[in-house]
């Protein structure tokens, strides 16, 4: 027996909807994304087969070639924090403009007192920025900027960390923070006598487990933890 024809054509999707939805998508991200600003300098440290990841909860000291010491902060409310309280020990202005700039700067190498006009400055002005001599590191001097924003950006990181974690129990709700580590970043070329100053910083304020990024041999960013 023969079946008979259909009397409808080909079956067809309307792909109307979806073209809408993939475009409003689209839109959404590109007006919800915040743009990461570029890091101050680029190092690259040397290679390990080391696996560890480095946490996105973070205080890092990153040492270039010159030895120029750049910190940076991964926790905005705990940079935001540590700036206010840096600011009221050395006397240095900030507007609240400045305060919620600085929370989006990856790291910077440069004495407090040219903070302002740095976070001021452009993306291409930083770039070029004069004077950028590092982080002031003077381990004979009073004048130890770094270590005064390790030892308040790391109070002030744990202290966030520590409250998170007291609301999460309170609120008998899952807790997946990570308690923040210290890192040191050093390129490859970079002299020995640099990173053991700043070792020594890390020592001086009783800092003695912090991590050093290396590259992974064949590509990404590992780190190696030292205690």
């Known amino acids: 027996m023969s079946k008979k024809p259909s009397k409808g054509g080909a079956p067809a999707l309307d792909m109307t909807p979806m073209v809408d939805l993939a475009f409003l998508l689209v839109t959404f991200f590109m007006l919800t994304a915040s743009f990461r600003m570029s890091e101050p300098v680029v190092v690259d440290p040397p290679s390990s087969i080391g696996k560890v990841d480095l946490p996105d909860n973070h205080i890092m000291v990153t040492?270039?070639?010159?030895?120029?010491?750049?910190?940076?902060?991964?926790?905005?409310?705990?940079?935001?924090a540590?700036?206010?309280e840096m600011a009221a020990k050395y006397k240095v202005g900030f507007t609240e403009e400045q305060i919620i700039k600085f929370t989006g700067l990856p790291s910077f190498?440069?004495?407090?007192?040219?903070?302002?006009?740095?976070?001021?400055?452009?993306?291409?002005?930083?770039?070029?920025?004069?004077?950028?001599?590092?982080?002031?590191?003077?381990?004979?001097?009073?004048?130890?900027?770094?270590?005064?924003?390790?030892?308040?950006?790391?109070?002030?990181?744990?202290?966030?960390?520590l409250d998170a974690k007291t609301k999460a129990e309170e609120t008998n709700t899952d807790f997946k923070g990570k308690k923040p580590v210290y890192a040191i970043k050093a390129a490859s070329k970079t002299k020995y006598i640099y990173v053991k100053d700043v070792i020594k910083t890390f020592t001086d304020l009783k800092l003695y487990q912090f991590n050093l990024i290396t590259s992974l041999e064949g590509g990404g960013t590992i780190i190696d933890p030292i205690k």
């Open 109 to 161: 190498g440069v004495d407090i007192k040219d903070l302002p006009k740095y976070i001021d400055a452009t993306e291409d002005q930083r770039a070029k920025f004069q004077p950028q001599k590092g982080v002031p590191l003077d381990t004979i001097t009073p004048n130890n900027q770094l270590k005064d924003w390790i030892a308040i950006g790391g109070r002030e990181a744990v202290k966030i960390y």
């Open 63 to 80: 040492v270039d070639d010159k030895g120029r010491a750049f910190f940076g902060i991964s926790n905005a409310s705990a940079k935001k």
């Open 82 to 84: 540590a700036l206010i």
